[in-house]
């Protein structure tokens, strides 16, 4: 029987683990721990880091993972880097669950740039307004930019204030749909977006709005990592399992 680790905090990571409840496989979901309430699971769950990839790699032989299942953000690039090379020390196959990168299309305004400090830097030059689409882990990286006006969206209101002195703060859920989006941007005169390729259709409400009303985007392109499996449907995981775990391949836990 297999012994899953699925590392999560997507909405992808939890329909997999209601895919693995219903058939019955053991699992457990972990969660970095930047969300402060989250979603109720049907398996067990484990909140917090491993340290590093020895701790990864302590909690894989401990617990006689067999299988680990990285479906983190896929801007999550410390964890799974550090989920391949546990993976690989222990001896347990590794497979992703992921989103397609989003490609722009006709009557999308993106520009391009590789990493956080890169969109701090974009954005020198006279005021705008800007959705910050980043979530709350790198918004005040953006304080070096004072002279905009930010309009951000958080899951979970924050302990402390961002450190942007000219921002409007919104936290919601979701879901987002585009209608709503194309009124938020509205309302707040947005000329330009400012996002990670997540990937996915959850968080595309954005891109399409911006496409609709000519906003600009910027685009922050998604980490390079090592070459890994990966998959885009939870149903591909539990396709892998059945495979992996017909073949009858001897373990390293």
């Given at each position: 029987?297999?012994?899953?680790?699925?590392?999560?905090?997507?909405?992808?990571?939890?329909?997999?683990?209601?895919?693995?409840?219903?058939?019955?496989?053991?699992?457990?979901?972990?969660?970095?721990?930047?969300?402060?309430?989250?979603?109720?699971?049907?398996?067990?769950?484990?909140?917090?880091?491993?340290?590093?990839?020895?701790?990864?790699?302590?909690?894989?032989?401990?617990?006689?993972?067999?299988?680990?299942?990285?479906?983190?953000?896929?801007?999550?690039?410390?964890?799974?880097?550090?989920?391949?090379?546990?993976?690989?020390?222990?001896?347990v196959p590794l497979v992703a669950l992921s989103r397609p990168a989003w490609q722009p299309i006709a009557?999308?305004?993106?520009?391009?740039?590789?990493?956080?400090?890169?969109?701090?830097?974009?954005?020198?030059?006279?005021?705008?307004?800007?959705?910050?689409?980043?979530?709350?882990?790198?918004?005040?990286?953006?304080?070096?930019?004072?002279?905009?006006?930010?309009?951000?969206?958080?899951?979970?209101?924050?302990?402390?204030?961002?450190?942007l002195p000219r921002h409007t703060l919104i936290v919601d859920h979701g879901p987002f749909t585009s209608?709503?989006?194309?009124?938020?941007?509205?309302?707040?005169?947005?000329?330009?977006?400012?996002?990670?390729?997540?990937?996915?259709?959850?968080?595309?409400?954005?891109?399409?709005?911006?496409?609709?009303?000519?906003?600009?985007?910027?685009?922050?392109?998604?980490?390079?990592?090592?070459?890994?499996?990966?998959?885009?449907?939870?149903?591909?995981?539990?396709?892998?399992?059945?495979?992996?775990?017909?073949?009858?391949?001897?373990?390293?836990?």
């Open positions: 029987m297999p012994n899953i680790l699925l590392l999560g905090g997507t909405t992808e990571a939890s329909a997999l683990a209601r895919l693995l409840a219903n058939a019955g496989v053991p699992a457990t979901l972990s969660y970095a721990g930047r969300t402060d309430n989250p979603r109720p699971q049907p398996v067990p769950v484990r909140i917090g880091g491993f340290g590093g990839v020895t701790g990864l790699a302590t909690y894989l032989r401990d617990r006689a993972i067999t299988h680990l299942i990285d479906a983190t953000h896929p801007f999550a690039a410390t964890m799974s880097a550090h989920a391949i090379a546990a993976a690989r020390e222990v001896g009557g999308d305004r993106w520009s391009r740039v590789p990493d956080i400090d890169s969109a701090v830097s974009a954005l020198a030059g006279p005021a705008r307004r800007v959705m910050l689409a980043l979530g709350r882990m790198h918004v005040d990286a953006f304080a070096a930019q004072p002279q905009h006006h930010y309009l951000l969206r958080f899951v979970d209101a924050p302990d402390q204030p961002p450190a209608e709503g989006d194309r009124a938020l941007m509205q309302a707040h005169a947005i000329d330009l977006v400012v996002c990670k390729n997540a990937g996915g259709i959850g968080a595309e409400a954005k891109l399409i709005a911006a496409r609709e009303l000519g906003v600009p985007v910027l685009m922050i392109d998604r980490p390079a990592l090592p070459d890994r499996m990966e998959v885009y449907r939870p149903e591909d995981v539990l396709a892998w399992l059945d495979h992996d775990t017909a073949s009858g391949t001897k373990r390293g836990v």
